[in-house]
C-alpha cells in the first residue's frame, strides 16, 4: 500500500501478565502489529498502572510491508526492566507511520488455555 | 498525552456474572479504563437489564495517566447493593473526561477457565 | 439517554450454532443488544450463508432502556423455522432506533467450555 | 441491501496458524466475510510476515447476499501454496465491493478448545 492505513496511536486498557502457566505453552500476551506501508515503524508502547507511575522506553520496529508480534512477557526498556508481573495494566502504542494494532492473550493458568483477542482503539 | 483520546460515553451490551465458579479463580467480569490524560476521570456506571428498571449510583474514580480495571463482582452503589448474578445485563460507562474502555470475561462456572474481550462501544 | 446511541444496522459475520455440547451448558450463540433510549426497539434479524437464500423473519423486541440477549438457538421465524446447525452463516441486525449490538458465543462442542466475544460492525 | 455496507479493505494484525491440534476438532483459523450488497465480491487475500516478503495470490469468491467462512488452513494460492505454519503472520483482505470481516480462531493445540474472535479493522 502507498497510502495511509491505520492509526498512529493505540489504546488497550486491559494488560495482564499472570505468572503462572500450566502446561507446555507459557501465559502471554501480545501486541500485534501490521505495517502494510512502504517505510518502516518505530514503535513505542507506554504501559499505565493503577497506583505508581506510567512506564515509558518500550521499543519495537515493524518494517515495511511486515508484521510484529511483539510478546509482552520478551519486552524491556532500555534499562532491562519488564512488564510487570500479576498487576493490572494498561498499553498505548504509538508509531511513527500508520499502523493497525489487535491485543491477544493466551492464559494457562489455570486452564490448559484460554484465548481473548480484540482490535485495538484508534486515536 | 495532553489532547483528547478516546471517548465520554462507552456501551457494553453483554454483562453477565455467573454465581459458579470451579478452581480457585472466580468467574469475573472487568470494565478496564485506561485515562492517558492529565486530569481524573470521575466514572459512572449504568445497568440495564431485561425485565426491570436500570440501576445508576456505581461510581469509580481513574486517576491521571492511570487504569483502572473495574471488577463488576466486587462493584457497590452507595447503598451497598451489587450486580445482580444469573441475569443478563448491559453497562453504560459515562466519564468527565475522554477515556478508553474494553469489557473482559473470566468464566470458570463449566470450564477451567474461559475468557473473552471486546474494546466496548463509544458513543 | 434522550440523544442517539449507536447504528440502526449491525453486522456479524462469524455464526455457528453447533449441535454438539458437553456438560450441562448447552453451546450457544447471543446477540446482545442495548437499547439506552427512551424508544423500544423493534428488531429484524436476517440470516445469511454459503450455499442457499438467505433467511428473514426473525424478530426481537428490546424495550426502551433494557437490554434483550437474544438467544440464536431460541430464535423463531413466524413459520417457526430456527436457525440452521453446523453450517457457517452471518448476520444482519436491523432496528427501527439505534441500539448497540454485541455478539458472544459459548462453545461446549469438544472443550468444556469456550467463549469469544465483538462489538458487531455498525453501518 | 442496495446501499454500501463495509469496507473494501480489512486488516487483521494477529494471525497464527499451529501444526498441532488435540481432540477431534482441528485447530482453525477463518476470515469470515459477510456480502450484503446484490454484486458477488471478489476478494484478494495478501499475507504478511516478520521476516520474509510478503504473498499474495490468495482469492475468494463470495456471492450477493451471501456469507463466506475462509478457512485459513484449506486456502491455496495459484501455485498451491498454502498459509506457513507456527510463524506469527498478519492478512490484509481486498474486495472489489464493500464487505464486513470478522477474524475468529479455534486452537486445540493444548486446550480441548479455546475461541477467539474480533471483528476485523478496516480501512
Not at 507459557?26 to 518505530?42: F, M, Q, T, Y
Request: hydrophobic share 35%.
Amino acid at each position: 500500500m502507498s497510502g495511509k492505513a491505520g492509526s498512529r496511536v493505540w489504546f488497550i486498557p486491559d494488560g495482564f501478565y499472570p505468572s503462572t502457566s500450566s502446561g507446555k505453552l507459557k501465559s502471554h500476551e501480545a501486541i500485534c502489529v501490521l505495517n502494510p506501508n512502504r517505510e518502516d515503524a518505530h514503535i513505542s508502547i507506554t504501559l499505565y498502572f493503577e497506583d505508581r507511575e506510567k512506564m515509558t522506553g518500550f521499543e519495537a520496529v515493524c518494517g515495511a510491508e511486515r508484521t510484529k508480534h511483539i510478546r509482552m512477557d520478551q519486552l524491556k526498556d532500555k534499562n532491562g526492566n519488564g512488564v510487570p508481573m500479576d498487576v493490572p495494566y494498561a498499553m498505548m502504542v504509538e508509531s511513527d507511520v500508520e499502523i493497525i494494532v489487535q491485543y491477544s492473550r493466551m492464559d494457562t493458568t489455570q486452564s490448559e488455555m484460554a484465548l481473548m483477542t480484540t482490535i485495538a482503539y484508534p486515536l
